[in-house]
């Protein structure tokens, strides 16, 4: 009798039953040995929890700062137990090419066109690409992502032939259907679990979704709970980023009116997302305790509004912002605390970053006495202002020593490291622009990169290759005016700095190092190109 059973998606014949059965023990013997070596001498996979704040700057955390007015001791707790990397940059100089880099380990320029806007953007990772959720999934993670998303999600109409944003001029609702599923988010990308806010706090839709449902469809619109203005409010700089029907309450305080759901609160928004951590954490302790998970915790705050709560008004010298930052690190207090009373904290890595700089201009500097980015710039912007981040890593089981690692690293990179942390091999073709560093989690301490891409705001590329910064046009590049300058007849084109020499990027040396100049110019579009 002839049989056939498939091993692996290969045919096997086999003509005797005999032999069919010996190869079915010796299948199974190499499964065991498979997972006997998985789990031999050593400690098991570690828990990852990834607490990512947004819009905080590397001069935040008290710890890299010795001029801080801000304070941030449990943050730097991280730090005096961990690995603090002093040159760390994000994906990009804004939110969303930052976390895509974080998810997909490419740089944001391979991302296909963005359609729509704020909370209603489309997806931009396309369906089945690899992410870092799926990534520790395949090694046997439990994964979910809680907190902000804004990768976009396909949200279904009311009208089907109409547009999403189809809306008559004096209607302030779009043809959202907040009632249907929400599908081409987390789920599509590995993340068993996921409790997100579309967007960021200062822009609609206000909803949670909850594994592509709506947590709450009944759809109001914010200022039908929040009053535009409130006696007394003083307009700054920043009132240039809302229309005369959003919320503007001073400095900071402000946030775009739109489409939120009746029982949404502003002011609510980051504790609701640090309880649906800690309760994911305790979950996972009661139910799996044998099984590794990686929670992406994508913290609110400080980005606007700022709304530290009750419990943090007045908590700093620093006003509503450095009242804030006291917030986030309390959140971090709240997640480390959870991992330490569940036992979990020697095999769990815990890594804190940002997603970009702080949108922190000269006004912000001169009024509150403190450099949020301590370099130049600030968020949007190619100078290292917006793209120069805090990241810190603790894991007790590994990491046995507090360190600091001076070289050069990305979000971008996390990916292809967990990868070689469970093990796996990573393709180039998924992982274009990531390099692992795990091996300095085990005390390597040269660098791993040869150059890191920057992407500003306005989408302009910048290139740094060992002490060297080459930037594509003239200005930053984003927030911080003049973003652009236009070339004269014989004068730069772009700009080059040694960061050795010129940490502040203040010095052009565009036209005295041509060669460079060239060098870093081709190796960039080489990388573009690829």
Not at 187 to 200: D, K, N
Not at 278 to 307: A, R
Request: net charge neutral; with cysteine; hydrophobic share 35%.
């Amino acid at each position: 009798m002839i049989k056939r059973i498939y091993f692996s998606n290969t045919l096997i014949v086999f003509a005797s039953f005999s032999v069919f059965l010996a190869a079915l023990i010796f299948q199974s013997a190499i499964v065991w040995a498979q997972e006997s070596k998985s789990s031999e001498s050593g400690s098991p996979k570690p828990n990852i929890v990834i607490i990512l704040a947004d819009d905080m700057g590397y001069g935040d955390v008290s710890w890299n700062n010795p001029h801080a007015r801000t304070r941030t001791p449990h943050i730097d707790e991280l730090v005096a137990g961990g690995i603090n990397f002093t040159d760390a940059h994000s994906g990009g100089s804004v939110c969303i090419p930052s976390r895509y880099g974080l998810i997909t380990g490419r740089y944001f320029f391979r991302a296909p066109e963005q359609k729509g806007k704020w909370g209603y953007l489309s997806p931009l990772i396309e369906q089945g690409r690899e992410t870092i959720a799926s990534v520790v999934q395949i090694a046997g993670y439990t994964t979910a992502v809680i907190g902000k998303w804004h990768l976009g999600l396909d949200w279904e109409c009311k009208d089907s032939s109409k547009s999403l944003a189809s809306r008559r001029q004096t209607d302030p609702f779009t043809n959202t259907d907040f009632n249907r599923p929400v599908g081409g988010g987390p789920s599509s990308l590995g993340f068993m679990y996921s409790f997100i806010l579309p967007g960021s706090l200062d822009m609609p839709p206000y909803v949670f979704v909850r594994n592509e449902q709506v947590v709450d469809p009944e759809i109001i619109l914010s200022t039908d709970v929040y009053p535009k203005t409130l006696k007394g409010t003083v307009e700054a700089w920043d009132r240039k980023h809302t229309g005369k029907d959003d919320i503007y309450w001073g400095h900071g305080v402000w946030w775009r009116n739109g489409e939120m759901s009746a029982s949404f609160r502003i002011e609510k928004c980051l504790d609701e997302i640090v309880d649906e951590g800690v309760d994911f954490i305790q979950k996972q302790s009661k139910n799996n305790p044998d099984k590794p998970f990686m929670l992406y915790l994508s913290l609110t705050g400080p980005h606007t509004p700022w709304v530290p709560g009750d419990d943090f008004k007045g908590s700093t010298s620093m006003g509503a912002y450095g009242d804030f930052v006291s917030r986030i690190d309390h959140a971090v207090y709240q997640i480390t605390e959870t991992l330490k009373s569940l036992d979990m904290e020697e095999n769990t890595l815990v890594i804190f970053s940002s997603d970009n700089g702080a949108p922190w201009q000269e006004e912000d500097i001169q009024t509150y006495g403190h450099r949020s980015n301590i370099r130049r710039g600030q968020k949007g912007d190619a100078w290292d202002g917006g793209h120069h981040i805090p990241l810190i890593m603790k894991w007790p089981t590994k990491i046995k020593k507090p360190r600091t690692y001076p070289h050069t690293v990305s979000l971008v990179d996390l990916k292809a490291t967990f990868a070689e942390l469970t093990g796996q091999k990573i393709s180039d073709r998924n992982t274009e622009d990531g390099h692992s560093f795990y091996k300095v989690l085990e005390g390597y301490r040269k660098p791993i990169r040869d150059h890191v891409v920057y992407i500003s705001s306005s989408g302009t590329l910048a290139i740094k290759k060992g002490d060297w910064k080459f930037i594509d046009c003239l200005g930053s590049a984003g927030f911080t005016k003049p973003s652009r300058l236009k070339p004269v007849t014989g004068g730069p084109r772009g700009q080059l700095y040694n960061l050795k020499e010129d940490p502040m990027e203040r010095v052009n040396l565009y036209l005295d190092q041509p060669e460079k100049v060239r060098e870093l110019s081709d190796l960039l579009d080489e990388i573009t190109t690829k």
